[in-house]
């Protein structure tokens, strides 16, 4: 896990005046990202999915955690790739490649251990859309035939949405455009305020 470092040097006023935003690291609502989105080379091909947006427009006023599931588990950067098949004893993470290859029992241990340990602080995560642990709604779903099925979420995602319901989970596909930026933003200082009071 990863986290990202910003110099406390100043404060932003939103438009409706309700939310300030700040630099000051330790003021900032803590945010997981999936960490490809943040830069860092670990998908399963050894490369990175950067998003220019997430950390032009967001970066400088989160307590960003970057965090990739996968990697996490140690299954090697790079790696096998593997999807998300349906079968009699639920929803597998098998390879695509290699059929023999099932991670299931790694990423839900390592996706318990990340929403125990690290998760329970944050109040939004920006996940990668369709991955087999990060997609929320998005990941492709195959029967024992490879034949698509259907879409859910990422074995990471369902973890973290069962564990702590109240975090808003948002795709990285989403934010294509400053005003969504400015209203994640928005929600994310109104959700850090309401999680500092309890």
Same mark, same amino acid.
Request: with cysteine; proline share 5%.
């Given at each position: *896990?990863?986290?990202?470092?910003?110099?406390?040097?100043?404060?932003?006023? *939103? +438009?409706?005046?309700e939310?300030?935003?700040?630099q000051?690291?330790?003021?900032? #609502?803590?945010?997981?990202?999936?960490?490809?989105? $943040?830069g860092?080379?670990?998908?399963y091909?050894?490369?990175?999915?950067?998003?220019? @947006?997430?950390?032009?427009?967001?970066? #400088?006023?989160?307590?960003?955690?970057?965090?990739?599931p996968?990697?996490?588990?140690?299954?090697?950067?790079?790696?096998?790739?593997v999807?998300?098949?349906?079968t009699?004893e639920?929803?597998?993470? @098998?390879?695509?490649e290699e059929?023999?290859l099932n991670?299931?029992?790694?990423?839900?241990?390592?996706?318990?251990?990340?929403?125990?340990?690290?998760?329970? +602080? *944050?109040?939004?995560?920006?996940?990668? $859309?369709?991955?087999?642990?990060?997609?929320?709604g998005?990941?492709?779903i195959?029967?024992?035939n490879g034949?698509?099925?259907?879409t859910?979420?990422?074995?990471?995602v369902?973890?973290?949405?069962?564990?702590?319901?109240?975090?808003?989970? *948002?795709e990285?596909?989403?934010?294509?455009?400053?005003e969504?930026?400015?209203?994640?933003?928005?929600q994310?200082?109104? @959700?850090?305020?309401?999680? $500092?009071?309890?």
């Open positions: *896990m990863y986290t990202t470092k910003h110099t406390p040097v100043r404060t932003r006023k *939103m +438009k409706n005046n939310v300030t935003l700040t000051a690291r330790q003021q900032q #609502p803590v945010v997981g990202i999936s960490a490809c989105l $943040a860092q080379n670990v998908r091909d050894g490369g990175n999915k950067f998003h220019q @947006l997430i950390q032009q427009e967001l970066a #400088p006023w989160l307590n960003f955690q970057a965090i990739c996968e990697a996490e588990a140690h299954l090697g950067v790079p790696r096998p790739p999807q998300l098949i349906e009699s639920g929803i597998q993470a @098998l390879g695509i059929k023999i991670v299931t029992q790694a990423l839900n241990h390592t996706s318990q251990h990340l929403v125990k340990n690290y998760c329970y +602080k *944050m109040c939004a995560y920006i996940v990668k $859309a369709r991955s087999p642990s990060c997609g929320a998005s990941t492709p195959y029967n024992t034949i698509h099925q259907n859910g979420n990422g074995i990471f369902e973890t973290l949405k069962t564990s702590f319901p109240h975090i808003l989970i *948002m990285e596909s989403v934010f294509n455009n400053i969504v930026c400015k209203d994640f933003l928005e994310c200082y109104q @959700l850090h305020q309401k999680l $500092a009071v309890c």
